[in-house]
């Protein structure tokens, strides 16, 4: 390989990797919810913890929002499916892009 | 259009009238008109940013979002946090979209900026006592930039909102909106908008984004 073709897929490489991170981005942005006049992120830790003490512990139970102010979930299972949908139309949606970026390469 | 068909929400422009004449006149949206206080540059060309301490007043709303004229929501994603329990709300980072991390501004102040770029508040005693004290810290704004340490002298709504919010909370923090700001530096050239994304060159290269908000930082878009 010559040092200008090297150049080139570097320069593709890099610019894949940029509009990948990009993507990962939107998805973080997107998972961002607000629920009972509360911010949340509905990301796998969020989500775990809500069905774990939905499972482990009576209603209502408490947790702390993304500002660290706690809140009363009074409905896990409301909660938990919002928090689940608005997970998956985020990382489906990044992972349609990924799968643009891997045509690329 | 773009607030219009993706947040959904009553608008009202804040602006001269001298720009106001200049730009198509839209019928859905309510004017405020200001005469901008003048004086404070960026890169040595008129920076019309002065006035962000007005918002408070100038609002109609009982709960209202500031957007500068160059942040392009694409997505809904904002629209939420006029449901919050929140009295104010600011993102304190911004996300470099060319993969650059440029938005270190740690190194440039002994304060953290926030991006007052995009605010959510609600019209009430507390609120009114953070704008109170922006209208202070601008006034003196020479005296806390020297303060803070802030290498930029000019002055930037991101630094007056970030004095503000930690003089008026006694240092102990704020809440925050949990958002990067999707941004593009000043060195990236916009080349295409359509109603979903934008395009951009920069280094030779065009890349784009679309249906994700994007905090535009060349100022040959828009002088804000």
């Not at chain 2, 990067?180 to 530096?185: E, V």
């Not at chain 2, 395009?199 to 002088?223: F, T």
Request: aromatic share 12%; proline share 4%; net charge positive.
């Amino acid at each position: 390989m010559d040092i200008g073709s090297l150049k080139k897929e570097s320069d593709l490489s890099y610019g894949i990797a940029v509009a990948k991170r990009n993507a990962l981005e939107k998805a973080q942005s997107r998972l961002i919810i607000v629920y009972k006049e509360h911010i949340f992120r509905a990301d796998s830790q969020t989500i775990n913890l809500v069905k774990t003490l939905g499972e482990v512990h009576s209603s209502p139970f408490y947790i702390v929002d993304t500002n660290d102010n706690p809140v009363e979930i009074s409905n896990p299972k409301e909660f938990l499916q919002i928090l689940v949908q608005r997970n998956q139309e985020a990382i489906s949606s990044y992972h349609q892009m990924s799968k643009t970026f891997e045509k690329k390469k | 259009m773009l607030v219009k068909k993706n947040l959904k929400l009553p608008i009202t422009v804040v602006t001269n009238f001298k720009t106001f004449k200049s730009t198509k006149p839209m019928g859905f949206i309510n004017y405020k008109f200001i005469e901008p206080e003048l004086g404070n540059t960026k890169l040595g060309k008129e920076w019309n940013n002065v006035d962000r301490h007005m918002a408070y007043e100038l609002s109609p709303y009982d709960t209202t979002l500031v957007m500068d004229i160059d942040y392009f929501c694409f997505t809904d994603n904002l629209a939420q946090f006029l449901d919050t329990d929140y009295d104010f709300l600011v993102p304190n980072t911004a996300y470099d979209l060319t993969g650059r991390n440029t938005f270190d501004q740690r190194k440039w102040s002994m304060i953290p900026m926030v991006w007052a770029t995009v605010l959510v508040f609600k019209k009430n005693h507390k609120v009114s006592k953070i704008f109170k004290t922006v209208k202070y810290i601008k006034q003196y704004y020479s005296y806390f930039v020297d303060m803070y340490r802030v290498y930029a002298k000019n002055l930037r709504n991101d630094y007056l909102f970030a004095m503000a919010l930690q003089q008026i909370n006694g240092f102990t923090g704020y809440d925050k909106l949990p958002l990067a700001l999707p941004t593009l530096p000043p060195d990236c050239e916009v080349v295409k908008i359509t109603d979903n994304g934008l395009a951009w060159k920069h280094d030779d290269k065009i890349s784009y984004i679309e249906n994700q908000d994007v905090h535009v930082l060349n100022k040959e878009l828009s002088n804000v």
